[in-house]
């Protein structure tokens, strides 16, 4: 049974900084695909950024690409976003997801969700 638990959520300041991590057991991950999704009062749940659990290769939203950079530590199980130079519209719940093989930006190809962490940015 995979489980991932977020963490690192808060309230920052607009232009600040706030690091995520998503603790995953239940199974080994290679061959697997990580990934962050948000939501946004009242919108759809968005693709933030992913990585290749075996291969390291990173894929990135548009509106995040700069700002934000996904990493795992494969010891630990553990991924992790580090979110910078953060805006009011990256007000979200962020969720923490898995899947088994390659790159997707839908949520609807994912089989593994987290609980997600409140980020607000707001001054």
């Known amino acids: 049974q995979v489980q991932l638990v977020e963490s690192g959520g808060g309230l920052v300041q607009p232009g600040g900084s706030l690091r995520l991590s998503c603790a995953a057991s239940g199974r080994t991950f290679s061959g697997y695909h990580m990934a962050w999704f948000r939501q946004g009062p009242g919108k759809e749940r968005e693709f933030v950024a992913s990585i290749s659990w075996g291969s390291g290769s990173t894929y990135y939203a548009d509106s995040v690409k700069g700002r934000f950079t996904i990493s795992r530590d494969n010891a630990k199980n553990t991924l992790y976003l580090l979110m910078n130079s953060l805006k009011t519209e990256d007000t979200a719940v962020y969720y923490c997801?898995?899947?088994?093989?390659?790159?997707?930006?839908?949520?609807?190809?994912?089989?593994?969700w987290g609980q997600g962490t409140q980020v607000t940015v707001s001054s």
């Open positions: 997801a898995s899947r088994r093989g390659s790159y997707y930006a839908f949520s609807t190809k994912y089989d593994y």
